[in-house]
């Protein structure tokens, strides 16, 4: 322990940390990525949003177990969704430095906030195999890495459950989806999955992991090809749900 403290005062003189954030100096403290301040400012999400579409109830909303008012006779081809927080503030700067900053080593913490989740414990132990949400190869390979295939693994030493990595597949390089509506993300995502080897997950019960849910376009396409492909169900986790 005493090593340790020396070593991180020797590193701060030619490294200074500062807080992801809010840019405070890190230097006095024994945080690496955020300051205690920002840690505190997740907005996590409770256990009163939709568990199946993740809406967070409104005045008017009627949750049940079969869904709320936002989603009521909607197919949506997921069967559950779990969001651990909202996609806004410290959350968003988290994600933005880990996608977009190829600051790969985030998702460890990342990782320790989805282990925060309980409905998590209630439904892993009841999944067969987790599977993340594909990148094109060519953006995979610009980025090095599928945020979603690290969380995943995450999930993975944690719950000891199989992942089942590039049978789920993305076959078309698709354009962003950040600047479309949402019937122009479901045209531009349709058909843009296969199932590789569907014998591997027909009967069996999927984990389908995503970093952000925003119209939910995206995963409930990725959720129908393995439905089409003989998945009994798809429980989907996402880190972060945006406030629409």
Request: hydrophobic share 40%; net charge positive.
């Amino acid at each position: 322990m005493i090593f340790d403290n020396y070593l991180h005062a020797f590193l701060d003189l030619f490294y200074p940390r500062s807080c992801l954030h809010c840019k405070r100096n890190l230097n006095n403290s024994c945080e690496f990525y955020l300051c205690n301040d920002c840690k505190g400012q997740i907005s996590y999400l409770d256990n009163t949003q939709c568990i199946r579409c993740g809406a967070v109830p409104g005045p008017y909303t009627v949750l049940s177990t079969k869904g709320c008012s936002a989603c009521k006779g909607k197919y949506l081809h997921f069967d559950t969704i779990v969001a651990v927080a909202y996609y806004e503030g410290v959350m968003r700067t988290l994600l933005h430095a880990f996608k977009y900053g190829r600051q790969r080593f985030l998702f460890m913490m990342l990782n320790d906030i989805i282990l925060q989740n309980k409905k998590l414990y209630d439904i892993v132990p009841e999944i067969d195999i987790i599977v993340p949400v594909p990148l094109y190869w060519l953006k995979n390979f610009h980025r090095g890495f599928n945020q979603s295939e690290l969380l995943s693994k995450g999930i993975q030493r944690h719950f000891l459950k199989p992942v089942s990595i590039n049978n789920l597949y993305r076959i078309r390089n698709t354009s962003s989806q950040t600047q479309l509506s949402k019937t122009q993300r479901q045209v531009n995502i349709h058909d843009a999955f296969i199932v590789k080897h569907t014998k591997q997950l027909r009967g069996k019960k999927i984990l389908l992991v995503d970093d952000v849910l925003t119209t939910g376009v995206t995963a409930a396409e990725c959720s129908k090809k393995l439905k089409e492909a003989g998945v009994q169900s798809v429980h989907l986790l996402v880190l972060a749900i945006a406030i629409l």
